[in-house]
DNA sequence: TCTGGCCTGTAACCTAGGTTAACCGCAAAA
DNA sequence: TTTTGCGGTTAACCTAGGTTACAGGCCAGA
């Protein structure tokens, strides 16, 4: 049931046994969220943190006048606010973006592991620093990339995200994300995310449908992102 | 010599002088670097991190086509890449914007004193987060906000985190950078960047010249900015 | 069955910021 | 002392993306 969780963590660092039922013991709970719910909000004070076992959730930043940054957005097997364990309040929201199921994790169960397990506690450590090396192309993406450069480089990382998870099928993966969102993951209008979008499918490069995200060509559109997927850290690690 | 970086930490965290001083033997060595210089490429494998005594140094990540964007900027008291010592090799290149004062801590001892200390493992985590939630900040600037409002969003981020170890005076600061480099920052071109600074100069918030910042009316900017510290974490944390 | 709201799609028009190309002042190098 | 090159500045012009407005399709709820 935490599967998916461990399944992205073994992609990258060996689990031992021991260390595998200790994560499975951090959850306390399982919870069903319907989409578009706020589950964290800006401030609040924390004491366990969220792991995503299916489903999509966004972070996101507003400004006063409304306008919207999504900052990360996550798939089964994120965690999505392993940084508030820290932190303790978060500097942003987080969001369901779709129907999820949710595995709870009290903080104080994670320091237990991270004391007894020095090894997981940098594993977690590690996640988390994975997790800024993603902002960092967002900014990247956000502070240089033209408009179709920007979504094509996200569909191509998501891509890859969901494929470690095994969420990916035929070229493809399921994108609950209405177009209102995706421009807030871009930095972009609506309407110029639509106008982007429609240049993507019109190279023949995507297709976006009942909220199901076909690539056509994969070459053609890390192409356009210019895309590199060192900053996902997928080789195997030593820690 | 290093006590810059606990005057950061102790502004947020109590640090007991057992802890003092298992950070302060972590330093093998203090290298003085000038500026412009490339400290560490986007890939090399690491096994020290730096710390930041005095100077300036940018984090930054460059298209193919040579269009760069600074992720973070980093002064004294930071370290620059403490997520180093999970990732092993980083996504983005580290720049000296000055002349530097750097403490190199090899991978190793942060290693022992986090499985001897954990609490200041969770301390260098929080600060790993700490310093994520700062480039979340940048994404919601580069995303949503104005060039005149990212750049003084970025003169009020910068005013209260050199005042965190001291390095402000009479209402403004050193700052180093060229406008290139602040163009970079910000995602703007050199030409827009300068139009920006004269713009907030016109309107009597700030004044930039010998590479040094005045800011001539904070409310002023911070209202252009419409700045609010709480991502910088500045009150007293349990850990 | 109707209705209202959200999502997608388009068109017309506008503007913030990009591009290109100068010029000036100054400091380091020759 | 001249030269060279970099940083700052400005102007003219351009374009990627924003704004506003409207229309059609779909679906949940009355």
Not at 50 to 78: I, Y
Not at 105 to 125: A, D, M, N, S
Not at 136 to 160: N, P, T
Not at 189 to 204: D, F, K, P
Request: charged fraction near 30%; glycine fraction near 6%.
């Amino acid at each position: 049931m935490i599967t998916v969780h461990l399944k992205k963590l073994r992609r990258r660092i060996e689990i031992s046994s021991d260390e595998e039922r200790a994560i499975r013991d951090s959850v306390a709970e399982v919870r069903h969220v319907r989409a578009d719910q706020l589950l964290i909000r800006s401030g609040e004070e924390l004491n366990s943190s969220l792991l995503l076992l299916e489903g999509w959730l966004a972070r996101s930043k507003d400004l006063p006048g409304g306008e919207r940054q999504v900052t990360e957005l996550h798939v089964a097997g994120d965690f999505a606010d392993l940084h508030g364990f820290t932190l303790k309040r978060l500097d942003h929201d987080v969001t369901t973006l779709s129907d999820c199921r949710i595995a709870v994790v009290p903080h104080e169960r994670i320091r237990e592991i991270t004391e007894k397990f020095p090894r997981l506690g940098r594993i977690y450590w590690f996640s988390t620093n994975m997790d800024a090396a993603i902002q960092r192309e967002l900014s990247l993406s956000l502070g240089q990339r033209s408009a179709i450069s920007r979504m094509a480089h996200l569909f191509c990382e998501l891509y890859v995200r969901l494929d470690v998870v095994g969420r990916t099928s035929n070229e493809g993966y399921e994108f609950p994300l209405t177009q209102r969102e995706l421009s807030e993951c871009l930095g972009l209008t609506v309407v110029h995310a639509n106008r982007t979008l429609q240049e993507l499918r019109r190279r023949g490069l995507i297709d976006l449908e009942n909220r199901r995200l076909r690539i056509r060509d994969r070459r053609g559109l890390e192409g356009v992102a210019e895309f590199d997927p060192g900053y996902l850290y997928l080789e195997k690690q030593q820690l």
